[in-house]
Every structure is written in C-alpha cells, then in structure tokens.
C-alpha cells in the first residue's frame, strides 16, 4: 500500500496537497505520501473546496454526496474520503489502488 491513500472497507481515503488557480482540473502528481491535485478555482468562500469535491466526483464517478473532506477545510493539505468509488482514475490505476 502507498501512503497517499488507504481504503476503510467500501471507503477510499486520500491525502492530498491541492493548489488552487491552476489551469486546469487534474491529478497532477504523487509526492511520497501526498496526491497533488491541481483545480482552476480560487479558495475564496469555499469554492476550491466545492470545486474539488465535483471533480473528485466526476473522476470516481460517484454522487458529490459520496466525496467528503474529512480534515483540512482550510488547507491545502486535506484528507477526502471517497465513499464506493465507481472506478479509479487512471493515474492512480498506475499505483495499484485496488479495493
């Protein structure tokens, strides 16, 4: 097992590193034990927060219900429970994330 990410029984949890005001949407890279996660929006508001959460869930292809940020609401470091992800992206699928 990696240290970015354990699964909890039906649960994926990852520990990620986000940088907000990228110019795009994706799954940058992997540093040891953090997912880089790069998104286009701007942490005002909690809209990086809402904005990671509909990426995360068009990625796993889950409801937005299913994605939860657990810890660091206000961080760039934040620990996201994915709740029975539909499939793992690619990237990750490179890494061996299996249930």
């Known amino acids: 097992m990696s240290a970015f990410y354990q699964w909890n029984d039906p ?3 990852l520990y990620c590193r986000i940088q907000t005001n990228s110019a795009k949407d994706e ?3 992997i540093l040891q034990d953090t997912l880089k996660i790069r998104i286009t929006s701007l942490p005002i508001d909690g809209k990086a927060n809402r904005h990671l959460i509909s990426f995360l869930a068009r ?9 939860t940020i ?3 609401q206000n961080n760039r470091q934040k620990k996201i429970c994915i709740h029975r992800p539909g499939c793992i992206p ?3 699928q490179m890494n061996e994330i299996d249930p």
Not at 59 to 67: A, D, E, G, H, Q
């Open 90 to 92: 690619l990237p990750l």
């Open 59 to 67: 990625k796993f292809k889950v409801p937005k219900r299913n994605v």
């Open 11 to 13: 649960d994926l949890i």
């Open 70 to 72: 657990i810890k660091g």
């Open 27 to 29: 799954i940058s890279e």
